[in-house]
């Protein structure tokens, strides 16, 4: 697969992501974000990574959207209630934060794996290498903010049912 191919996962990659942020309904932006993994996971194809295009549909696409739409259907908002939801400037500072340190560990991992000879690129043991000796501390922040979004779930779901 060449260039083109990759051109095109990158854009309905883009394109499912803006209609993911963008999407008021909570199961559309679900759905969006599924095929924004599968658009992804489409990009690790053509780079010729299909253990991480495999892990992307596998955990992201299959594991973690099922626990996005149970926490949705959890919540259960109504459509008076989903109008009173905005857009937090905090939010938008976080996910610039988000973006940047992604952006940093992208360009600190090219050189990585460009040291690598080309059979290794994409294996299990230089994914684990470089995932749990170089990237540890974010790997774990990742896992905390997972545990707190759900956690924050169930308490804001206890609150609306008036459980305490």
């Known amino acids: 697969m060449g260039p083109l191919a990759f ?17 008021r309904n909570p199961v559309y932006c679900a759905i969006f974000m599924i095929l924004s993994f599968a658009a992804t996971a489409g990009l690790f194809v053509v780079l010729d990574a299909f253990l991480i295009a495999v892990v992307e549909v596998l955990v992201y696409a299959g594991a973690i959207m099922v626990l996005f739409l149970f926490v949705i259907m959890l919540i259960n908002l109504r459509p008076e209630e989903q109008d009173g939801l905005r857009l937090n400037p905090l939010a938008i500072v976080a996910a610039g934060t988000f973006l940047a340190l992604v952006s940093r560990a992208l360009k600190d991992l090219g050189p990585a794996l460009g040291e690598a000879p080309n ?21 774990e922040a990742v896992s905390m ?20």
């Open 7 to 23: 051109y095109v996962f990158a854009a309905m990659m883009v394109l499912f992501t803006l209609l993911t942020i963008s999407s």
């Open 119 to 139: 059979a290794l690129v994409g294996s299990p043991g230089l994914i684990a290498e470089t995932l749990f000796r170089r990237y540890v501390i974010p790997f």
């Open 145 to 164: 903010l997972l545990l707190a979004a759900i956690l924050g779930t169930v308490v804001l779901a206890r609150r609306q049912r008036g459980e305490s």
